[in-house]
Nanobody, 120 residues
Framework: QVHLVESGGALVQPGGSLRLSCAAS????????MGWYRQAPGKQRELVAS???????GYTDSVKGRFTISRDNSQNTVYLQMNSLRPEDTAVYFC??????????????WGQGTQVTVSS
């Protein structure tokens, strides 16, 4: 079993910055993809950013140039640096990981979510 624990969510003013962290623990064999989703009230969960094992990253258009995803493979941790935050970035942010076990089974895991609120 794999567990993901997020941290770093907070209340921040527009234009401010936050850094989210997500640490994976448990029976980790091979991490294929790590990423961040977010879900605002009344909206569907959307993919914000992702990073694959080779380091290639991807972002939804609304955060390009403002958010940066990175990972520390030695710590099985993924980060989301969020700059120039806007009120529309307000949401619960969820960490996710696609993992392949030693037997070859691929599974997706989710963290519990961390609240980001951008407001003056």
């Amino acid at each position: 079993q794999v567990h993901l624990v997020e941290s770093g969510g907070a209340l921040v003013q527009p234009g401010g910055s936050l850094r989210l962290s997500c640490a994976a623990s448990g029976s980790i064999f091979s991490i294929l993809v790590m990423g961040w989703y977010r879900q605002a009230p009344g909206k569907q969960r959307e993919l914000v950013a992702s990073i694959i094992a080779g380091g290639t990253t991807g972002y939804t258009d609304s955060v390009k140039g403002r958010f940066t995803i990175s990972r520390d493979n030695s710590q099985n941790t993924v980060y989301l640096q969020m700059n120039s935050l806007r009120p529309e970035d307000t949401a619960v942010y969820f960490c996710t990981m696609t993992h392949r076990s030693q037997s070859g089974m691929t599974s997706q895991y989710w963290g519990q979510g961390t609240q980001v609120t951008v407001s003056s």
